[in-house]
């Protein structure tokens, strides 16, 4: 489904991804773990090219986003992602927020993109907030409501880029358990986090990405039982207190 | 009713006697009409700096080098020459160069205004967009928005809001200064009284109606745009 061919990326003299190599099969959800600014969201943006790499491949769906001309924007409609800081549209209400791009993008009739947005908002358990704004929601009600967007894209492919990291402590099980239930459906997940509970209960295959590179991949199992890199052990030492 | 004012010398006789000011008012049909020419010109050409202004603005923050160039160029020319020489430009000297070209003076004085406010207002559209997290077009091209249409439903919308309390100042500013077109015959409200004006020499009642009818058209715009402002601040 998603495939890293010696991705490199710099950000003028800093190099920030060195060679990663990576493929995510169909369904499988993949957890990035690793330290502030190892290079973990800029691999998660490079799948849809909100990063362009410095070099490689990066094919989403059989199509290499790094051809001439490659159908970028067409590809994203299938992949979808959930952003640290949210990102909800504020002049639109949450139910809005849901429908835009399925209507502009997608040419989805209104009504059936109603339909679904509700549908989802009820599955992430706000579908009495669908007529309010994004301000007037709570952190984690509105990290919710851009699952809710998302899933109203009906994407191949869920991103999350530290979909937790921006909320108050008492907030991030609500989200965590949002995403968690997603993962129990066929899609295909990438998820950046520093939740170890999450990567444990949901992650089928986890990587470990420091200083630009995937040091060491395996099973959730693999990493809290049995690092084997100095690096890694290091990291889980650090986080799992 | 003369009578009672005749030892004040002021009333009958000089720039601001009585009968200048019945004159005056015997002839406001003239003003009404020039009135009409200068609304004519201020609508349109605030509609056609509002569209030039905006594609500026969108060109300005644009990640291609040369609509940003383009656009910058646009700006620094007409911030920085007089509206006057941009209005004798196209009166005078487009005509030698394309003597088949006849622009009506109406027309000539909407785009005077539409490209000179233009330009400020394409500033203003930056400033507004430039002021939208980054974040809001990440999430827009994520879900596969063009930059186009992302600027279109997710951005400007959002800038809009932001940019309307300077948006209503330039549109004051732009309707007193279609008064540049009075010197090339425009027909607008300041040649109208100042043709009026100069004919019998009834200089100051007339150049205080005409300062009056601008004000009424300024002073509800000027009002509105502070309480825009204090409605931003609100929020």
Redesign the interface.
């Known amino acids: 489904m998603i495939k890293l061919v010696d991705v490199n990326k710099h950000f003028g003299l800093h190099h920030v991804l060195k060679d990663i190599n990576l493929e995510v099969p169909m369904g499988e959800k993949l957890v990035v773990i690793g330290p502030s600014g190892g290079g973990k969201s800029t691999l998660i943006r490079c799948i849809n090219m909100l990063e362009r790499p410095s070099s490689g491949h990066v094919v989403v769906d059989a199509v290499d986003l790094m051809a001439h001309r490659a159908p970028i924007a067409k590809i994203r409609q299938s992949v979808a992602m959930v952003f640290q800081s949210f990102n909800l549209y504020p002049h639109k209400t949450v139910l809005e927020n849901c429908t835009l791009a399925p209507i502009v993008v997608k040419g989805v009739p209104k009504e059936e993109a109603t339909e679904t947005a509700l549908g989802y908002l009820e599955r992430v358990g706000l579908r009495e907030k669908a007529d309010q704004y994004p301000a007037q929601l709570s952190g984690g009600q509105q990290q919710r409501v851009a699952i809710a967007r998302a899933l109203n894209m009906h994407p191949k492919v869920m991103l999350f880029d530290e979909p937790t990291s921006a909320l108050d402590p008492e907030m991030i099980q609500e989200v965590l358990d949002v995403i968690i239930g997603l993962a129990h459906s066929g899609i295909t997940m990438v998820v950046v986090t520093h939740e170890m509970g999450f990567a444990h209960e949901a992650a089928d295959r986890v990587v470990f990405l420091d200083d630009g590179m995937i040091i060491e991949e395996g099973t959730p199992e693999h990493f809290f039982k049995n690092p084997q890199h100095d690096r890694t052990k290091l990291f889980l030492s650090k986080i799992l207190r | 009713m003369s009578g009672l004012f005749q030892n004040i010398g002021f009333l009958q006789q000089g720039p601001f006697s009585i009968p200048r000011w019945e004159a005056l008012f015997s002839h406001l049909d003239v003003l009404g009409q020039g009135a009409l020419v200068t609304l004519l010109v201020a609508s349109l050409g605030l509609a056609l700096a509002l569209a030039l202004g905006t594609v500026i603005g969108v060109m300005s923050t644009s990640h291609w080098k040369i609509l940003r160039g383009i656009a910058r160029v646009y700006v620094e020319f007409f911030q920085n020459t007089p509206l006057l020489i941009q209005v004798f430009m196209l009166y005078n000297a487009l005509p030698m160069l394309y003597p088949q070209v006849m622009i009506p003076v109406i027309v000539i004085g909407i785009m005077g205004v539409g490209m000179y406010h233009g330009a400020y207002i394409g500033e203003v559209v930056r400033a507004g967009i430039q002021s939208i997290?980054r974040?809001?077009l990440?999430?827009?091209?994520?879900?596969?928005?063009?930059y186009v249409?992302a600027m279109r439903?997710?951005i400007i919308?959002?800038a809009m809001?932001i940019v309307l309390p300077p948006l209503t100042n330039q549109a004051v500013n732009l309707i007193k200064n279609t008064s540049v077109i009075a010197i090339i015959a425009g027909g607008d409200l300041m040649y109208a009284g100042d043709s009026f004006a100069g004919r019998y020499g009834h200089y100051g009642p007339t150049y205080i109606v005409v300062g009056l009818g601008y004000f009424l058209m300024c002073f509800p715009l000027a009002v509105l745009t502070r309480r825009l402002e204090d409605r931003t601040k609100g929020v």
């Open positions: 997290g974040g809001q990440e999430a827009a091209l994520a879900q596969g928005f063009s249409g439903y997710i919308p959002q809001r």
